[in-house]
């Protein structure tokens, strides 16, 4: 990743676009002359930055004073009409550009860097208000432009230190967005600087650079970015973007810097210099509003801060839906309050805002579709990857989205420096399905941010001898152009508001697909569709894989996807959840209509009439029948149902029981040692705690067992896939599943499902515990009226001859043999373990003329 040149290829496109039009403002006013800031009220902090060496004075009375002026930057330069000086930081003192070890100049908060709290900010250092809010805001000229610096970022102002003092940094990124990142907590905001117009980038001239924080923790679009040309001629900060901060800056202070970023940790230097000069210095306790900044006039600046906008209305979360989209194609505005469309099918996305009215914190945000599918959605902002299972005809069978929000795993400051993180993900292929459409989309209009794919592949899964990508040109390596921003690889198409979102990235010589989204009311995507092989009459599990790194902050708006909706009646739902517990509730509902395609023919009433009269008819003589069948049916639920007790409380007894015991013997162990044999304590509270993580996971797989919401075939399918990933998470081995995304909805008995819960669960744990470092599979399938689940490593192994050390394959075969099934154990030394746990759908379905 180290000497790549994304941002000289991106921008080199956007300056030949966008630096032509400055001639259009080439006759913008020249600078006035400007009068520096007093403190308010509301400032906690004012440097002006005249001194000509440090220590430099904080303006507001009993301030912090700036002490440490290092790395080769420099006061005493000249600064605007009638702000005196300033001071550059466009120096070094060693490491190399672009790398983690670089020293560039910075102004520091203390006379010198520590690796550690010795040059930490005071305690009593304020950088917000009461409430949390804040605006953070200086004076900047660019002695270079961002894409040319050759570093990673250029760090304005920053308390972004060792360890756990880390808290924020406000910067001007590379790839050419200006960004607040808070450093915990989650959040943050980008904007695209502007490259044409009055207030476009130029090496030479002032800008006013500002974020503000409304202190309303985790409400959409709390965060605000300006920035303002200052020869512009404008009378207010220029709004450039919004984002959303989840929580508060925590209140200690770190290591506070103007230019740079203050960290002198090993192997990370001051990497993010500030290639200009900066000046005047503000930090308020309030979000001040776009007419209390410096290019506003004393006597016409507004008095108030953007902070007071009245007391909060009570009152549970509110959403209002903002678009509605019908096979891709946007409804036009104002939306109706009541949808009728043609015969479907159809897909359907439903764009919606989230408003707090309370200033309360959502912590999730669900969606379904009454009528219709009935489940209740995770609703997350940011950008996707879809994967779109389409029919002979073009037909979507099933839609997929992988979020992309926030910042992914290896991610440091921008493309160059940061790790790639590899995705795999099964998508189930149904016999009907003919082709696969993928699409990377930036989401709603209000989403920016940056997103970057490679190697993208498409493989059978388990293919003897595979190896070979169903995806042609997943390196994005042929095309028109690839080289160039504005390429198009082979088969790929942009499309969406605007489309140059869409981009082409180059880094360390190879070509990538890319959205670079600066803007909040727009959005664009990338789409392309491969025609798959025949993949037999069952279909195939096929997995997708591909390499990914991102940067994205979700705005308030959020979609929800529906394919293939047939005709009927629905409601769209949304339902929210806040921290202050407030229960969900309904907070949207859209009811839409399908017309059914026999509505205005005309022999359709003549038939619908001899339809109910036969109905009519055979309902007559089937209620007889029905009456019979429900006195036998509560006979066999009240049979069930003692059944179930008996089992739960079996359940309860040998397994909760035998738990309990061990978490009070191991308690009462450590009592008795802590003073006899203290150096025994560690490991009674080590079997503790694990016999507590025990108790608490076979509590959930009872509740699981117990809830009748999952009695059917698809949520066995979806615990077991949980399973796997509980019990393989942080354990030395890797392992893939073969669990078909799309299984029958068949309701299912309460007892054998327990018990195969129970013996999968054994397997994987046996696995875990006795296979070491190996490669593992979890597969499902359905097979001629059986249920076959296969659980195989390639691990140790075992001798079939050996007497097993525990009952655990005793109980295998006990519990399958319980339900009508069969357990196989195949295994020997070295060459791994095959479990095959077969159950007949008869015994296992409540009704087995479902199948």
């Known amino acids: 990743m180290k000497g790549c040149r994304h941002g000289g290829v991106v921008w080199t496109w956007l300056v030949r676009m966008g630096f032509g039009l400055m001639g259009a403002v080439a006759g913008a006013a020249e600078l006035p002359r400007l009068d520096p800031y007093a ?137 050419g967005f200006l960004a607040f990142l808070p450093l915990s907590g989650g959040g943050g905001a980008l904007a695209a600087i502007p490259i044409s117009g009055v ?57 506070f810097a103007i230019g740079n ?37 004393v006597e016409d600046r507004g008095g108030r801060v953007a902070r007071e906008i009245g007391p909060h209305q009570a009152g549970p979360p509110q959403v209002k839906l903002t678009g509605i989209r019908i096979d891709g194609d946007p409804v ?34 669900l969606a379904r579709m009454k009528g219709g599918d009935e489940r209740w959605r995770d609703s997350v902002p940011g950008m996707t990857l879809i994967a779109e299972v389409l029919d002979e005809g073009g037909r ?22 940061s790790e790639w993180a590899m995705r795999h993900e099964p998508i189930f292929i149904p016999p009907e399905g003919k082709a696969l459409r993928i699409s990377l989309t930036s989401g709603t209009e209000d989403t920016t941010g940056l997103a970057v794919i490679d190697d993208l592949q498409l493989m059978i899964r388990g293919a003897d001898g595979g190896g070979n990508s169903l995806w042609s040109n997943g390196s994005f390596s042929e095309g028109v152009r690839i080289e160039d921003p504005d390429g198009v690889p082979e088969g790929w198409q942009r499309s969406g508001s605007a489309p140059t979102i869409g981009r082409m990235v180059t880094l360390g010589g190879n070509t990538m697909l890319a959205l670079i989204d600066g803007d909040q009311a727009a959005s664009g995507s990338w789409s392309r569709t491969e025609v798959l092989p025949e993949l037999g009459e069952e279909g195939a599990t096929l997995l997708l894989k591909w390499r990914e790194m991102f940067n994205v902050i979700g705005g308030s708006t959020r979609r929800s996807t529906f394919p293939n909706v047939p005709s009927g009646s629905y409601d769209f739902e949304v339902a929210a959840v806040t921290t202050d517990e407030a229960p969900v509730g309904y907070h949207l509902l859209y009811p839409f209509e399908i017309r059914f395609p026999f509505w205005s023919r005309p022999w359709f009433w003549g038939l619908a009439v001899g339809l109910i009269a036969a109905s009519v008819a055979i309902g007559v003589i089937s209620d007889l029948r029905r009456r019979a069948s429900r006195r036998l049916s ?59 993580r025990e108790l608490v996971e076979t509590m959930e797989s009872l509740v699981w067992a117990i809830d009748p919401a999952n009695d059917s075939l698809d949520q066995l399918g979806e615990r077991l896939t ?39 669960k054994e397997s994987l744990h046996n696995v875990v515990r006795h296979a070491g470092p190996c490669q593992a599979c979890l597969s499902m399938r359905l097979e001629e009226g059986w249920l076959k689940i296969r659980i195989e490593d390639d691990g140790r192994g075992f001798e079939r001859t050996e007497r097993p050390s525990g009952n655990g394959l005793g109980n295998l075969r006990h519990r399958m ?35």
């Open 817 to 851: 043999e319980s339900v009508g099934g069969i357990c196989r154990i195949d295994s020997s030394p070295g060459k791994g373990t095959r479990v095959q746990l077969d159950c007949p759908l008869e015994s296992l379905l409540r009704d087995p003329r479902n199948v």
């Open 722 to 760: 949980r399973m796997a990933e509980e019990v393989f998470q942080d354990s030395e081995v890797q392992y893939d599943l073969e669990v078909p995304l799309v299984l029958p909805e068949w309701p299912l008995r309460a007892e054998p499902r327990h018990h195969l819960v129970f013996a999968v």
């Open 396 to 417: 979507a069978l099933s839609v997929i989205q992988f979020a992309m929000s926030g910042a992914s795993r290896g991610w440091r400051t921008g493309l160059e420096d």
């Open 39 to 175: 403190p308010d009220e509301w400032t906690l902090h004012l440097w002006h930055l005249d001194e000509s060496r440090a220590p430099f004075w904080d303006s507001v009375k009993g301030g912090f004073h700036l002490q440490g002026l290092l790395n080769g930057a420099e006061a005493g330069q000249v600064g605007l009409p009638g702000m005196d000086r300033c001071v550059t930081f466009h120096r070094d003192a060693g490491g190399v550009r672009g790398s983690m070890d670089f020293k560039g100049g910075i102004l520091l908060g203390m006379p010198g860097l520590a690796d550690g709290d010795a040059d930490n900010a005071p305690p009593d250092f304020g950088y917000a208000g009461e409430d949390g809010a804040f605006t953070v805001e200086a004076l900047v000229k660019f002695d270079l432009l961002p894409w040319e610096a050759g570093t990673t970022a250029m760090s304005v102002v920053s308390m972004d230190g060792e360890g756990d003092h880390r808290r924020f940094n406000f910067r001007v990124e590379k790839s």
């Open 634 to 692: 509560v006979l066999k639920v009240k049979n069930a149902l003692a059944s179930d007790r008996a089992r739960i409380a079996r359940d309860m007894h040998d397994d909760l029981g035998t738990r309990i015991t061990r978490l009070t013997m191991n308690a009462a162990l450590a009592n008795r040692d802590f003073a006899r044999e203290p150096g025994e304590v560690p490991r009674h509270l080590g079997n503790l705690s694990a016999s507590a």
């Open 261 to 297: 970023e203050a960290r002198e940790e090993y192997g990370i230097g001051e990497a993010e210099p500030f290639d200009g000069c900066i000046d005047e210095v503000r930090i308020s306790s309030v979000a001040r509003a776009a007419d209390e900044f410096l290019m506003t006039p």
């Open 332 to 365: 036009s505005r104002p939306l109706i309050p009541h949808m009728v469309l043609p015969p479907g099918p159809h897909r359907l996305d439903f764009d919606y805002e989230l408003i707090p009215l309370s200033g309360q914190r959502p912590i999730e945000v």
């Open 199 to 255: 207030h476009a980038i130029e090496v030479g001239k002032w800008f006013h650079v500002a974020v503000s924080y409304d202190g309303n923790e985790g409400t959409p679009n709390n965060l605000a970015l300006y920035w303002t040309r200052l020869d512009a001629g404008e009378k207010e900060a220029h709004l450039i973007g919004k984002g959303s901060m989840v929580e508060d800056l925590p209140r200690s202070p770190g290591d």
